[in-house]
């Protein structure tokens, strides 16, 4: 099994599901490495976002609040970033402030931008899972180092009844070397 067979096996299962929308940069047109593993998924579960993170991430919460799952890409943890005060201040925080009255399920995939076979230098290549770990309260944050995890933690992110909403880092260098 291959890292990008297996995003892309994942990518499609979740495109299978009936409630999944998938939103970001380059979901429908090409532009980075994860376009790839969307490319056999319906094109009326992609939603083409402009280059405002802090945006997509609250309509990604409102649309799960509704009873979507938006797997909600953000090319790499540096573009993320942007999306912060809405992931800890909203999206984590949520469940506590309403005691469990709303619990939107969230899939959010990121990246740590690939360095070779060119370094796009260090804005793109941030790995910021142990800050949002710190910060987050229950969001769950997986880093996926190994082909062999990726399925079955988009599977666990969608099928999870907890009230948790999912970060699935994964290594943009895999796409290729494993």
């Not at 509704?66 to 912060?84: C, H, M, Y």
């Not at 506590?96 to 969230?106: A, D, F, I, Q």
Request: glycine share 8%; charged share 25%; net charge negative.
């Amino acid at each position: 099994m291959k890292y990008f067979d297996e995003l892309k096996r994942s990518m499609d299962w979740l495109g299978s599901k009936q409630d999944t929308l998938f939103l970001g940069q380059a979901v429908s047109f090409p532009g980075t490495g994860m376009t790839n593993t969307l490319k056999d998924v319906s094109d009326i579960k992609k939603l083409e976002m402009p280059v405002n993170e802090d945006l997509q991430m609250g309509m990604t919460t409102g649309m799960a609040l509704n009873g979507t799952v938006p797997i909600s890409i953000f090319p790499r943890w540096n573009f993320l970033i942007l999306a912060a005060n809405q992931i800890v201040n909203h999206l984590d925080k949520i469940s506590l402030m309403s005691e469990g009255g709303y619990r939107p399920k969230v899939i959010i995939r990121t990246a740590i931008g690939s360095q070779r076979p060119l370094h796009p230098q260090h804005q793109h290549v941030g790995d910021f899972t142990g800050g949002f770990k710190a910060m987050c309260d229950t969001l769950e944050i997986i880093r996926l180092d190994e082909p062999n995890q990726i399925f079955d933690s988009y599977v666990r992110s969608y099928e999870r009844d907890d009230g948790k909403s999912t970060i699935l880092v994964e290594w943009g260098d895999f796409y290729n070397e494993k």
